[in-house]
């Protein structure tokens, strides 16, 4: 299973920016699929996830700006963020999972198996 994100740059303060990611290398829809990102000297945060039973949330620091989808298949995710700050400059990753034999489970940051590399975004003031 393969996973890239797309969609990173460079944004001036109170633009907006969408970013993709396709999961690949399976035919079966993922489970959950979530947004992470980690800025310089912080650690990685959780912006956003959709679970398994359609449900989203969101950090507190983007609730309000960020959008999260994903396509039918369930193999590709989308952040939609505007108003965007310097503080949202980080590297953002994308991670998926898939059912686990029919087991409901909780996922975390810690249960994603598959991530992909990272597309950076910069917001400048």
């Known amino acids: 299973v393969q996973v890239a994100e797309y969609g990173g740059g460079s944004v001036q303060s109170g633009g907006s920016l969408r970013l993709s990611c396709v999961v690949s290398g399976s035919t079966r829809p993922t489970y959950c699929m979530g947004w992470f990102r980690q800025g310089p000297g912080k650690e990685r945060e959780r912006v956003a996830q959709i679970d398994s039973d359609g449900s989203r949330m969101y950090a507190d620091s983007v609730k309000g700006r960020a959008t999260i989808s994903q396509n039918n298949e369930k193999n590709t995710l989308y952040l939609e963020m505007d108003s965007l700050e310097p503080r949202d400059s980080a590297m953002y990753y994308c991670?998926?999972?898939?059912?686990?034999?029919?087991?409901?489970?909780?996922?975390?940051?810690?249960?994603?198996?598959?991530w992909g590399q990272g597309t950076q975004v910069t917001v400048s003031s």
């Open positions: 991670a998926a999972d898939y059912d686990r034999g029919g087991i409901d489970f909780t996922c975390t940051e810690s249960t994603y198996p598959y």
